[in-house]
């Protein structure tokens, strides 16, 4: 039997919340606040399944951390003599960000540090970091010569070098300026395009003189941070989540607060404007180098409008919720430049393209973007998230303008960046009050 269309109750985003901490800016502060030596404090740390990854592995390099349940953290660094090699292989998870920029400080670690992860992760690109890392010194064996975990790093003395990078990517680089702070001489990353900055920010405000000039950014090594005392802002890649829900459900006008604007990463913000979006940003302060600020949106009629393929980097992880945006913006959005959209948690590419399928959008894939033509209803139909925390929270908010329910298999995933998301939605729509 057929079931009729039902349309659901959509609950407009309205009043003040604000989201969980930074997700990038906390890897790097346990990172950062295991290299000095003395105690530093975190605290809004990111209380997702990655940077537990990273908290899990600088305990397993010997750094003492003591947390509570307010994502507060205390790390306990003691330098390099405070970093030994692990006991057992470091489980990264699904976490890019863990394995790629801890390869910077095991490179210098004497002794053998091993890096597995999950199936997602075990099939992403690890030659980018491992081969620049070799030509610093390091010695990093894995499979595929190296591509692809596991992999196995024999630690020792590193030497700077001049590095030109082949993909415009902050992991990397980290890893680099990381390797960088511990190797002896000047370690130089020559960028391709801009990516997010976070690592010159945070070494800069733990007394680490970053040089940037132009493309490139320097480090002088040996020189270690001082300890951190800082207060991690909310990540604006999950406030995306929010921001486009609020745009798209009539009748919202939501404030997020306390989020990270840093200018690499608010590339969603400059696309949505230009597809007609009333979102407002207010600079409240700062944190640990980084801006942070107050972000009002309200529900506004969308236009389809290309992004600027160069400014990919600064939205590259906010592209499945503004793929779900552009399915209720009339006309054609097309991304392109975004190739590595290809390598991430999933083929996020293909994931999209598909899901939008289903639920009764309009999208065409490219090698490195897709084409969205709007608007059109959606409606209720089984999506697959393919594990993919970004995916999956894109279609949840898709599910809040479809006529019917949209079920998101693997939703669990979400836990990777941003376990509280639907309680922070039930809280912008007045569900729950807690
Ligand atoms: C990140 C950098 C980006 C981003 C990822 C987090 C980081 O990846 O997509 O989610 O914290 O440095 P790439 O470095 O691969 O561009």
Same mark, same amino acid.
């Given at each position: 039997?057929?079931?009729?269309?039902?349309?659901?109750?959509?609950?407009?985003?309205?009043?003040?919340?604000?989201?969980?901490?930074?997700?990038?800016?906390?890897?790097?502060?346990?990172?950062?606040?295991?290299?000095?030596?003395?105690?530093?404090?975190?605290?809004?740390?990111?209380?997702?399944?990655?940077?537990?990854?990273?908290?899990?592995?600088?305990?397993?390099?010997?750094?003492?951390?003591?947390?509570?349940?307010?994502?507060?953290?205390?790390?306990?660094?003691?330098?390099?003599?405070?970093?030994?090699?692990?006991?057992?292989?470091?489980?990264?998870?699904?976490?890019?960000?863990?394995?790629?920029?801890?390869?910077?400080?095991?490179?210098?670690?004497?002794?053998?540090?091993?890096?597995?992860?999950?199936?997602?992760?075990?099939?992403?690109?690890?030659?980018?970091?491992?081969?620049?890392?070799?030509?610093?010194?390091?010695?990093?064996?894995?499979?595929?010569?190296?591509?692809?975990?596991?992999?196995?790093?024999?630690?020792?003395?590193?030497?700077?070098?001049?590095?030109?990078?082949?993909?415009?990517?902050?992991?990397?680089?980290?890893?680099?300026?990381?390797?960088?702070?511990?190797?002896?001489?000047?370690?130089?990353?020559?960028?391709?395009?801009?990516?997010?900055?976070?690592?010159?920010?945070?070494?800069?405000?733990?007394?680490?003189?970053?040089?940037?000039?132009?493309?490139?950014?320097?480090?002088?090594?040996?020189?270690?941070?001082?300890?951190?005392?800082?207060?991690?802002?909310?990540?604006?890649?999950?406030?995306?989540?929010?921001?486009?829900?609020?745009?798209?459900?009539?009748?919202?006008?939501?404030?997020?607060?306390?989020?990270?604007?840093?200018?690499?990463?608010?590339?969603?913000?400059?696309?949505?404007?230009?597809?007609?979006?009333?979102?407002?940003?207010?600079?409240? @302060?700062?944190?640990?180098?980084? !801006?942070? *600020?107050?972000?009002?949106?309200? =529900?506004?009629? +969308?236009? $389809? %409008?290309?992004? &600027?393929?160069?400014?990919?980097?600064?939205?590259?992880?906010?592209?499945?919720?503004?793929?779900?945006?552009?399915?209720?913006?009339?006309?054609?959005?097309?991304?392109?430049?975004?190739?590595?959209?290809?390598?991430?948690?999933?083929?996020?590419?293909?994931?999209?393209?598909?899901?939008?399928?289903?639920?009764? @959008?309009?999208?065409?894939?490219? !090698?490195? *973007?897709?084409?969205?033509?709007? =608007?059109?209803? +959606?409606? $209720? %139909?089984?999506? &697959?998230?393919?594990?993919?925390?970004?995916?999956?929270?894109?279609?949840?908010?898709?599910?809040?303008?479809?006529?019917?329910?949209?079920?998101?298999?693997?939703?669990?995933?979400?836990?990777?960046?941003?376990?509280?998301?639907?309680?922070?939605?039930?809280?912008?729509?007045?569900?729950?009050?807690?």
């Amino acid at each position: 039997m057929r079931r009729g269309r039902r349309t659901k109750t959509r609950l407009p985003l309205t009043g003040r919340i604000s989201v969980p901490g930074d997700k990038s800016i906390s890897h790097r502060a346990l990172i950062v606040a295991a290299l000095a030596e003395g105690r530093s404090s975190v605290r809004g740390l990111n209380s997702g399944a990655d940077v537990r990854a990273t908290l899990a592995a600088v305990e397993a390099l010997g750094v003492r951390v003591a947390y509570d349940d307010n994502y507060q953290v205390q790390v306990y660094g003691e330098g390099m003599g405070g970093l030994r090699e692990p006991g057992g292989p470091i489980d990264a998870g699904n976490s890019g960000t863990t394995v790629r920029t801890m390869l910077g400080v095991a490179a210098a670690i004497e002794g053998l540090t091993v890096f597995i992860g999950d199936r997602s992760l075990s099939e992403r690109p690890m030659l980018r970091v491992v081969a620049p890392l070799r030509q610093m010194g390091a010695r990093i064996d894995g499979r595929a010569n190296g591509e692809l975990l596991p992999l196995v790093v024999r630690g020792g003395a590193l030497r700077g070098v001049d590095i030109e990078l082949s993909v415009a990517s902050a992991q990397v680089k980290t890893a680099l300026l990381f390797a960088g702070c511990l190797a002896t001489g000047t370690t130089s990353v020559i960028e391709p395009g801009p990516s997010r900055d976070h690592t010159e920010r945070m070494l800069s405000a733990a007394g680490v003189a970053v040089v940037r000039s132009g493309t490139t950014v320097s480090v002088d090594g040996p020189q270690l941070p001082a300890p951190l005392n800082v207060r991690v802002p909310g990540d604006m890649s999950s406030a995306a989540f929010l921001i486009v829900a609020a745009l798209l459900v009539e009748g919202s006008d939501l404030t997020i607060e306390d989020v990270g604007i840093n200018p690499t990463r608010t590339g969603l913000i400059d696309a949505l404007r230009a597809m007609g979006a009333d979102i407002e940003v207010i600079e409240t @302060g700062t944190e640990g180098g980084e !801006p942070v *600020g107050s972000i009002r949106v309200r =529900s506004s009629a +969308l236009v $389809g %409008a290309s992004p &600027d393929p160069a400014a990919v980097p600064t939205f590259i992880d906010e592209i499945p919720v503004l793929a779900i945006a552009a399915t209720q913006a009339e006309g054609e959005t097309t991304i392109r430049g975004a190739s590595e959209l290809r390598v991430k948690e999933t083929d996020r590419i293909s994931a999209l393209v598909e899901g939008i399928t289903a639920i009764g @959008g309009r999208a065409e894939a490219h !090698p490195d *973007g897709m084409t969205v033509t709007g =608007s059109t209803p +959606l409606r $209720g %139909a089984d999506v &697959d998230s393919l594990g993919d925390h970004r995916v999956a929270m894109a279609f949840a908010v898709a599910g809040l303008v479809a006529d019917d329910n949209i079920r998101i298999a693997k939703w669990s995933c979400v836990d990777t960046s941003f376990p509280e998301f639907l309680d922070v939605l039930g809280r912008a729509q007045g569900r729950l009050t807690a």
